[in-house]
């Protein structure tokens, strides 16, 4: 009787267990883990970053990775982590700016760089240059 | 007229005098056909060969004599959909037309890398679905640095990159010729420029060993590895390495993309040549303020994109290049 109490206790208990991981949200393939994200979201999809890195930087800034991320010195890869180059640092500063501007001189709600709905974005002032026309040299 | 000056002095019975070889240069954005001898080229403008109505070959043409062929495709860039091109999928069948109404199928294609535009596997699917249409046995890749994003080449390596070293660089022969396929979009160096690096540029040396003087060698890869326009990062930086070890060999031949246009250049034993884009032009070096994708009126659009085909006959040892179009006749094929 009391070993069909324990089984009973112990079967309930792994159904529960069982239940609880099925519960979870498996992992996102898309959604990797991206080291120093501050200003995109943290949760950030690979595609969705790739896109914003492609379409917003590459594309309206005429750059390559290299623009902003340094180099690891003993793989020569880019360290997307790094901060090392000044470069990054302005491009968060850009980011803020123009989602500061979509927000409190175009109203949007919660701004994000790569949205379509953005009225200010990078190509509006640097039509496919690094550095915009007009900027003065630092 | 034009046609008949092109050849007027043809002391060497090649086919090609200088007037003649500076004309088809100018040719080059609208296709040319290629063929090298020992360093010298002959070369017709496809306008002759092409037929506008069909698309093809005209009629009655009798392509030159070759022991194979094989297609050179590039820039797919699947999953792109801004103006310059929102249907790339759509090209990408275009230049698979193309290939399939060749009178003998080439014995393999060289995508020569940018097959998707974010490295995302939905499109790298997009694009192995679409290819399958294509009659040919093999398709052999190297990646952009579109395929390699974020520093991610996981997804490029498992469909891609069985059998290959490193970053995915490998070797292989066929019908006499040792083609070579390198890797240059992993580590990027400043500007953009691409870079083999040290590992690799190590194993080609030790590939290229066993390889005779007098074995044609192709090589193909994403970035230029000749310094088409440093400023936009149109260039290896350390390629000069790699020219180094092909020194020895008779005839050699650099396939590239990642530029969007057709350029060529003889240096040497050696004939460089970069393809045009199934997806979208690029503008040409120096006429914008940097590169990307360019947006031309929509019945411009597949002049400016196309394939590569080469042709290699074995007893010469000459590999004839050919650009041809997605000109709007393929447009009818697809539909």
């Given amino acids: 009787m009391q070993f069909t109490r324990?089984?009973?206790?112990?079967?309930?208990?792994?159904?529960?267990?069982?239940?609880?991981?099925?519960?979870?949200?498996?992992?996102?393939?898309?959604?990797?883990?991206?080291?120093?994200?501050?200003?995109?979201?943290?949760?950030?999809?690979?595609?969705?970053?790739?896109?914003?890195?492609?379409?917003?930087?590459?594309?309206?800034?005429?750059?390559?990775?290299?623009?902003?991320?340094?180099?690891?010195?003993?793989?020569?890869?880019?360290?997307?982590?790094?901060?090392?180059?000044?470069?990054?640092?302005?491009?968060?500063?850009?980011?803020?700016?123009?989602?500061?501007?979509?927000?409190?001189?175009?109203?949007?709600?919660?701004?994000?760089?790569?949205?379509?709905?953005?009225?200010?974005?990078?190509?509006?002032?640097?039509?496919?240059?690094?550095?915009?026309?007009?900027?003065?040299?630092? | 007229m034009a046609k008949k000056n092109l050849i007027i002095d043809d002391k060497n019975d090649d086919g090609i005098d200088r007037k003649g070889f500076i004309r088809c240069m100018a040719w080059a954005g609208t296709g040319i056909f290629w063929m090298m001898s020992g360093g010298v080229l002959k070369s017709y403008g496809m306008s002759q060969m092409i037929d506008k109505t069909t698309g093809g070959l005209k009629k009655g043409l009798v392509m030159p004599p070759s022991d194979f062929s094989f297609v050179q495709i590039s820039d797919s860039h699947i999953g792109f959909n801004k103006p310059a091109n929102p249907d790339v999928v759509g090209t990408l069948r275009a230049a698979i037309e193309k290939i399939n109404a060749m009178p003998t199928a080439p014995s393999f294609i060289l995508h020569t890398g940018d097959l998707s535009h974010l490295a995302q596997p939905d499109e790298f699917d997009t694009l192995d679905q679409a290819l399958k249409a294509v009659k040919s046995e093999k398709i052999f890749y190297v990646p952009g640095e579109h395929d390699v994003?974020?520093?991610?080449?996981?997804?490029?390596?498992?469909?891609?990159?069985?059998?290959?070293?490193?970053?995915?660089?490998?070797?292989?022969?066929?019908?006499?010729?040792?083609?070579?396929?390198?890797?240059?979009?992993v580590n990027t160096a400043e500007g953009g420029l691409?870079?083999?690096?040290?590992?690799?540029?190590?194993?080609?040396?030790?590939?290229?060993?066993?390889?005779?003087?007098?074995?044609?060698?192709?090589?193909?890869?994403?970035?230029?590895?000749?310094?088409?326009?440093?400023?936009?990062?149109?260039?290896?930086?350390?390629?000069?390495?790699?020219?180094?070890?092909?020194?020895?060999?008779?005839?050699?031949?650099?396939?590239?993309?990642?530029?969007?246009?057709?350029?060529?250049?003889?240096?040497?034993n050696i004939t460089f040549h970069t393809a045009t884009s199934t997806a979208f032009p690029q503008p040409q070096p120096g006429a914008a303020p940097a590169p990307g994708p360019m947006k031309v009126p929509a019945e411009k659009l597949r002049g400016l994109l196309g394939l590569t085909s080469v042709h290699y006959m074995e007893h010469d040892h000459t590999l004839a290049i050919t650009d041809t179009p997605l000109t709007e006749a393929a447009d009818k094929v697809s539909q």
């Fill in chain 2, 149 to 185: 994003l974020n520093g991610n080449n996981k997804e490029f390596l498992a469909r891609y990159g069985k059998g290959t070293k490193g970053d995915g660089w490998y070797s292989f022969d066929s019908h006499g010729v040792h083609f070579i396929g390198l890797v240059n979009v």
């Fill in chain 2, 194 to 268: 691409g870079v083999l690096g040290n590992d690799q540029l190590n194993w080609l040396q030790d590939d290229l060993k066993g390889v005779s003087n007098s074995t044609p060698v192709v090589v193909f890869a994403h970035i230029p590895l000749w310094a088409v326009y440093p400023q936009w990062g149109w260039g290896t930086r350390d390629s000069a390495q790699v020219l180094s070890y092909l020194k020895r060999f008779g005839s050699v031949t650099v396939l590239n993309g990642h530029i969007h246009q057709t350029m060529q250049k003889v240096e040497g």
């Fill in chain 1, 6 to 138: 324990k089984l009973i206790v112990i079967t309930g208990l792994s159904v529960t267990v069982m239940a609880a991981v099925a519960a979870i949200k498996p992992g996102d393939p898309s959604v990797e883990k991206y080291k120093n994200l501050k200003v995109l979201p943290k949760n950030i999809s690979s595609k969705e970053l790739s896109k914003i890195m492609v379409d917003e930087f590459q594309d309206d800034l005429g750059i390559s990775c290299n623009f902003c991320h340094a180099e690891n010195k003993d793989t020569h890869r880019p360290d997307y982590a790094s901060d090392e180059k000044p470069e990054k640092q302005i491009a968060r500063y850009m980011m803020r700016l123009t989602i500061g501007i979509n927000k409190k001189y175009f109203k949007l709600r919660h701004p994000m760089i790569g949205d379509s709905a953005l009225v200010i974005t990078c190509v509006t002032c640097h039509h496919g240059s690094p550095r915009p026309e007009n900027a003065t040299s630092q």
